[in-house]
């Protein structure tokens, strides 16, 4: 057949029905394993969940049953409700209902007159006073019943009052009740991550789900076992746990807890389903390239003239070669002639490709080292603009005039030396060390940021404890000025405090300086690159103020470490020891001095 003569198809071919077979029995016994033991889990996670509720709504019982147990006991409670007079009986219970913030609170006396009621309707106490429980309590015993609610199920605890001596007597009753409410559904959701609904006489009263899905939850309220809800949100299992005991065997009813978990987003996270699908597509891929393989080796003769070119180039690495091709009817293949042919296409290509690669390399290395030139100076180019500025001024002293003229002088000197840096890039960076007041040169470095063009002020917290420093001074005024001008243009219009603050102090022996702007900070996924040559996300910037700092401050010894927070600035920290290592530092390179020049080149 002619569309088996092509590798492509015949590998195509293989590949595609041995993938086919693999995935398509992987997808069928993976979905029948995963989906049965989700089915199953589904309904333990349920039937745990239902043991969870209802222990957490007997031990909320328990706990208001154990309180109204202490208030009843109350010897000033006792006092009070002897009195009959409701009046007496609410200035002595107001506290107690406060601390207990119950949803329901009611006293009785002895005759089942309502003599304090708080927390709820007066409807709500008035049915609550005629129940069961009340007469039980009475007559001395302890109950509990549920009262349905417009926005839930209040469950009542009552005890009776009893007056121990000179005779046991039942003084009255009281009476708490909290409501199973929304709120409650929810933390019960939170704590067991099911949703949950509480309903009575047919009717769901409190949800975690929407009223929408009510209709359909009540239908569920008198059923048994677990059983599937179809509601607006998806699939559930509903799990019916009664409220107060029922007979054994029989149906349901009363007040009623629904338990529901999404049996939609259950089978939607069967994570393990796409695990054993890459599996699967894994093995079609290696059954795949194996047969492709063999196949591949029945068509080796038309490929041996591309074989033995590629490995001469591979040995000699002249990309220019031209491979010879060949015919030969048996094993004609068109897909290497095809690719005999574009090879010998690309190599006539090569020679050119290599002339135009050279000559941009060129341009490269010309653009990267102008970009050193126009970064190292600016600032003194600007601290000069700033000179002749205060010359122009018609009542310049001669004390200023000296000064802007040294200024200038200084800032010359300084543009002569990064020429001569610059185009001696080869050699690593030197350093001249001396004892420097650190104080001091923190001053003269945030004035020469000040002056190299608008902006925000420069606060100075400066440790006056802090000790003489060996350094080279220029080069370390030279990385403060770079990072200072960087830190105003971040804070350039923030008012309040200082933007920009430059702090030095003592830590461990060694000499801290921070320099901290309250500006637009740096992203975190940027964080990381702030050092990088030519990594720069300002406009205008060239990329190389810290990488240069970098360099400078390791040279000496220290480090220098970068912190920043999104929206509410950064701060750079160095650290620098009170003397570098090594007699001989001033006529050592900076260790990062190669690779910043390689870069400029």
Not at 31 to 50: D, H, N
């Amino acid at each position: 057949m002619r569309i088996l003569s092509s590798l492509r198809s015949r590998m195509f071919l293989a590949s595609a029905v041995l993938a086919v077979l693999c995935i398509g029995m992987a997808v069928y016994l993976v979905s029948v394993r995963v989906t049965e033991e989700a089915e199953r889990t589904l309904e333990r996670e349920i039937t745990t969940t239902g043991a969870q509720v209802d222990q957490l709504r007997s031990d909320r019982t328990e706990q208001f049953m154990l309180m109204a147990r202490l208030i009843a006991d109350v010897p000033q409670l006792k006092a009070a409700l002897g009195t009959d007079d409701p009046p007496t009986v609410a200035d002595v219970v107001v506290e107690y209902q406060r601390k207990l913030s119950a949803s329901l609170f009611l006293l009785t006396n002895k005759r089942g007159d309502v003599m304090y009621s708080s927390g709820g309707s007066p409807r709500a106490a008035e049915i609550a006073a005629h129940q069961p429980a009340v007469r039980d309590a009475l007559a001395g015993g302890e109950s509990l019943s549920l009262l349905p609610q417009p926005k839930g199920i209040l469950q009542i605890v009552t005890v009776p009052v009893r007056l121990d001596q000179p005779a046991p007597t039942v003084l009255g009753t009281l009476s708490a009740g909290f409501l199973l409410d929304d709120g409650i559904a929810g933390q019960l959701k939170k704590i067991t991550g099911s949703d949950i609904a509480f309903g009575m006489d047919g009717q769901i009263l409190a949800s975690t789900l929407p009223r929408d899905d009510y209709p359909a939850l009540a239908e569920r309220l008198r059923s048994s076992g677990i059983s599937r809800v179809q509601l607006a949100s998806g699939e559930y299992e509903v799990l019916p746990q009664p409220l107060t005991a029922a007979a054994s065997g029989s149906i349901p009813s009363g007040p009623m807890a629904l338990i529901l978990r999404s049996r939609t987003l259950q089978l939607q996270g069967l994570f393990a389903i796409n695990r054993d699908l890459g599996a699967a597509a894994v093995l079609a891929v290696l059954l795949a390239t194996v047969l492709s393989f063999a196949v591949a080796r029945t068509i080796t003769r038309p490929l041996a003239a591309i074989t033995d070119v590629m490995r001469e180039v591979a040995a000699t690495g002249d990309l220019t070669q031209k491979i010879a091709i060949r015919h030969n009817n048996r094993w004609d293949d068109e897909d290497a002639r095809l690719l005999a042919t574009t090879l010998n296409t690309l190599t006539d290509s090569v020679a050119r490709f290599q002339r135009e690669m050279s000559q941009k390399e060129r341009l490269t290395a010309l653009g990267r080292l102008s970009t050193v030139i126009a970064h190292e100076i600016r600032n003194p180019l600007m601290i000069i603009k700033g000179s002749l500025h205060t010359l122009r001024r018609a009542d310049l002293g001669p004390d200023a005039l000296r000064e802007a003229v040294a200024d200038i002088d200084e800032e010359v000197a300084r543009l002569n030396r990064v020429v001569n840096e610059v185009l001696d890039f080869a050699r690593p960076i030197p350093f001249d060390l001396s004892t420097v007041d650190l104080n001091a040169l923190c001053r003269e470095s945030a004035t020469a940021a000040q002056a190299s063009g608008s902006g925000p002020a420069i606060g100075l917290e400066l440790d006056p404890s802090l000790p003489p420093l060996v350094t080279d001074p220029e080069r370390l005024r030279s990385a403060l000025v770079n990072m200072l001008v960087n830190a105003r243009h971040a804070a350039n219009g923030r008012g309040g405090e200082p933007p920009v603050v430059l702090r030095t102090a003592s830590a461990g022996g060694r000499a801290r300086i921070v320099v901290a702007d309250r500006g637009v900070g740096i992203a975190p996924a940027d964080l990381g690159h702030v050092f990088d040559p030519y990594f720069t996300t300002r406009r205008g910037g060239t990329g190389l103020g810290l990488p240069i700092a970098k360099n400078i401050v390791e040279g000496l010894g220290g480090t220098i470490q970068v912190s920043s927070v999104l929206g509410r600035g950064t701060e750079i920290a160095i650290e620098l020891p009170a003397q570098p290592a090594g007699p001989d530092q001033a006529a050592e390179p900076a260790a990062g001095g190669s690779d910043l020049t390689a870069h400029a080149s």
